[in-house]
């Protein structure tokens, strides 16, 4: 190994709604400079920045917010951190995956072109883009009908947040766009394309969120019975040909050098999913360690000896986070989107004004009024579906629920029964692994909601289990420099790099063993709403779905935009 005095590596995080870089030192993994870049058009899930109206459940986001962060978050990370250029040995990057766009041969995003920018379909599908359903469920039903090999990989069941089910959408309701489509790629990848100026592939957002298994995709045949004009998707439109984690994808092109401020010819690692890299910098490289990233929605990642087939996963990758061993993928599709959704449209306003007066946030102030409480005080149970269910029912649609709410029920209330729903959701998603075989015996926490005290310790309480948390703010960034000094060659592999470069506090919350209890009764309740609504007893949810979707009146050509820039804002994020 070389002597890596001296050396560093730049890692970026791109998340829902910001990029994140980081610079890094390869001695012991200490965050030098960091900088962070708001996307300045959001999420799109409304309109498109022309005013073209969006229909039920799309998110799309402009592929020039993620060049913004090489160009304003990596030379301010870099300047901060006092690292010269030539110091900097590599650079590597994750993503949320799946998020995909069309673009041309050369990686021009088609919604650059301006004969595409008011197609919706030309931008960039965001992970938590819904409104591929219909497609999912023929996915779904055509690969069981077929046996297809690849499903039991999945849980049974593929997400309409992957990349076949968009892919599939965007010939079906804009064929011509799509003939003119001569790539569809994971965001993660077209980001790696734009920092070297070489397109690969990677062998990780393949395998999870791409059905990539046993070496191929599914085959030509079985494309082709979803819609004739999808059977050569791969072969024309995408490569079998697939980059390992922790390879480099080329070296720095003259025009990314200038964007970023570092040198031509640097190292530019494959791309990894945001979740997926976390593991590494937390120093998780072994069996049994549930990491927990969490944010606007949840990701739960687990190491495994062996192959196992769990029901509801978005799948299980040999070699898919780590070489050697089959990394599992379970998540939520709202987390902290949730608390952000109720702070956002149901607080009333004497909480607003008492927030302002001690210089709090809503979330800080609902906090602090719900931490009080024990378990049960509220008297509610909520199901933790208003996004949709990712693990372990893999129902986008799915909805959320609030039971037990009386002329007494207050807001901090609502606020604590939800996060207690989403630690409900990942207590049942350990139980579905454990039950599958593959074991978890302790809880690593990433991601920003790790700095809610009161969260934690839910967590803690309703799964009976101790939490470690990550010690680093940007953690998939740090994992990402991490990915990037294994592409370098300063560490032989990702397993070295951990154990140099990883920041974790271990078992910083440990259950009450009281509440632990008290939770258990609670949770049995859950799992009775969760079973009656998600498993076919009640359809309910699915009929409300369907009548949210059924076409709505047009609205007047004379609309105002939906603030004076005619920009549509952002999601706020917990």
């Known amino acids: 190994m070389p002597d890596l005095q001296g050396q560093y590596t730049v890692g970026v995080d791109f998340g829902s709604e910001s990029g994140r870089a980081v610079v890094v030192r390869l001695l012991d993994g200490v965050t030098l400079g960091e900088a962070v870049t708001p996307y300045a058009h959001g999420v799109m899930d409304t309109r498109l920045p022309d005013g073209t109206k969006l229909g039920r459940e799309w998110a799309l986001q402009h592929p020039q917010d993620y060049l913004d962060v090489f160009q304003q978050a990596v030379p301010a990370a870099l300047k901060a951190s006092g690292v010269a250029p030539e110091q900097v040995v590599g650079i590597g990057i994750d993503f949320t995956a799946c998020t995909m766009l069309p673009t041309t041969a050369q990686g021009v995003p088609l919604c650059f072109l301006p004969q595409y920018a008011s197609r919706p379909h030309a931008w960039v599908k965001l992970w938590?883009?819904?409104?591929?359903?219909?497609?999912?469920?023929?996915?779904?039903?055509?690969?069981?009908?077929?046996?297809?090999?690849?499903?039991?990989?999945?849980?049974?069941?593929?997400?309409?947040?992957?990349?076949?089910?968009?892919?599939?959408?965007?010939?079906?309701?804009?064929?011509?766009?799509?003939?003119?489509?001569?790539?569809?790629?994971?965001?993660?990848?077209?980001?790696?394309?734009?920092?070297?100026?070489?397109?690969?592939?990677?062998?990780?957002?393949?395998?999870?969120?791409?059905?990539?298994?046993?070496?191929?995709?599914?085959?030509?045949?079985?494309?082709?019975?979803?819609?004739?004009?999808?059977?050569?998707?791969?072969?024309?439109r995408m490569s079998s040909d697939l980059a390992a984690l922790g390879a480099s994808a080329g070296g720095l092109s003259a025009e990314a050098a200038r964007w970023t401020g570092l040198k031509a010819g640097t190292p530019v690692a494959v791309a990894n999913v945001d979740a997926h890299v976390t593991l590494p910098a937390a120093g998780v490289v072994e069996p049994g360690r549930l990491v927990?990233?969490?944010?606007?929605?949840?990701?739960?990642?687990?190491?495994?000896?062996?192959?196992?087939?769990?029901?509801?996963?978005?799948?299980?990758?040999?070699?898919?986070?780590?070489?050697?061993?089959?990394?599992?993928?379970?998540?939520?599709?709202?987390?902290?989107?949730?608390?952000?959704?109720?702070?956002?449209?149901?607080?009333?306003?004497?909480?607003?004004?008492?927030?302002?007066?001690?210089?709090?946030?809503?979330?800080?102030?609902?906090?602090?009024?719900?931490?009080?409480?024990?378990?049960?005080?509220?008297?509610?149970?909520?199901?933790?579906?208003?996004?949709?269910?990712?693990?372990?029912?893999?129902?986008?649609?799915?909805?959320?629920?609030?039971?037990?709410?009386?002329?007494?029920?207050?807001?901090?209330?609502?606020?604590?029964?939800?996060?207690?729903?989403?630690?409900?959701?990942?207590?049942?998603?350990?139980?579905?692994?454990?039950?599958?075989?593959?074991?978890?015996?302790?809880?690593?926490?990433?991601?920003?909601?790790?700095?809610?005290?009161?969260?934690?310790?839910?967590?803690?309480?309703?799964?009976?289990?101790?939490?470690?948390?990550?010690?680093?703010?940007?953690?998939?960034?740090?994992?990402?420099?991490?990915?990037?000094?294994?592409?370098?060659?300063?560490?032989?592999?990702?397993?070295?790099?951990?154990?140099?470069?990883g920041q974790v506090q271990r078992n910083v919350y440990i259950p009450n063993p009281a509440a632990q209890a008290a939770y258990d009764g609670l949770y049995r309740d859950y799992r009775t709403l969760h079973d009656y609504f998600g498993r076919g007893a009640n359809e309910v949810m699915h009929r409300l779905k369907a009548h949210g979707r059924a076409p709505q009146p047009e609205e007047p050509q004379d609309v105002a935009p939906l603030d004076e820039t005619g920009e549509v804002p952002g999601e706020v994020s917990a």
């Not at 409104?131 to 090999?149: F, K, M, T, V, W």
């Not at 599992?328 to 952000?340: L, M, N, P, T, W």
């Not at 927030?355 to 609902?366: M, N």
Request: aromatic share 8%; with cysteine.
């Open 292 to 501: 927990a990233i969490m944010g606007t929605s949840t990701c739960h990642v687990l190491l495994g000896e062996q192959m196992r087939e769990v029901p509801g996963m978005c799948g299980v990758v040999p070699g898919g986070v780590v070489p050697g061993l089959y990394g599992y993928e379970a998540g939520q599709s709202g987390v902290g989107d949730i608390f952000a959704w109720f702070v956002k449209n149901a607080v009333p306003p004497e909480y607003h004004a008492q927030a302002a007066a001690e210089g709090l946030s809503l979330h800080a102030l609902l906090e602090r009024e719900a931490a009080g409480q024990t378990p049960g005080e509220h008297g509610l149970i909520a199901l933790d579906w208003i996004g949709g269910n990712r693990s372990v029912l893999v129902d986008a649609n799915l909805s959320g629920m609030i039971l037990g709410l009386t002329l007494q029920t207050r807001a901090p209330d609502i606020y604590r029964a939800l996060i207690e729903a989403t630690a409900y959701g990942t207590r049942l998603i350990i139980e579905t692994f454990e039950a599958s075989g593959v074991a978890v015996h302790e809880l690593v926490v990433a991601g920003g909601l790790k700095r809610n005290a009161m969260l934690m310790q839910i967590y803690a309480d309703v799964t009976g289990r101790p939490l470690s948390i990550l010690d680093a703010e940007q953690g998939p960034a740090l994992g990402s420099a991490m990915h990037a000094a294994v592409a370098a060659d300063a560490y032989p592999d990702i397993f070295a790099a951990a154990r140099a470069m």
């Open 128 to 236: 938590k883009h819904h409104a591929a359903q219909p497609q999912a469920d023929r996915i779904n039903a055509l690969a069981e009908a077929r046996g297809e090999s690849w499903l039991p990989r999945y849980g049974g069941k593929i997400s309409s947040e992957w990349f076949f089910a968009k892919a599939l959408q965007i010939l079906e309701e804009d064929p011509e766009l799509y003939a003119s489509a001569e790539r569809l790629i994971e965001a993660a990848d077209w980001v790696v394309w734009q920092l070297s100026g070489e397109e690969s592939r990677s062998a990780c957002v393949a395998g999870y969120k791409a059905m990539h298994q046993d070496g191929h995709f599914p085959d030509p045949e079985y494309f082709g019975a979803l819609n004739p004009a999808f059977a050569d998707v791969v072969q024309t």
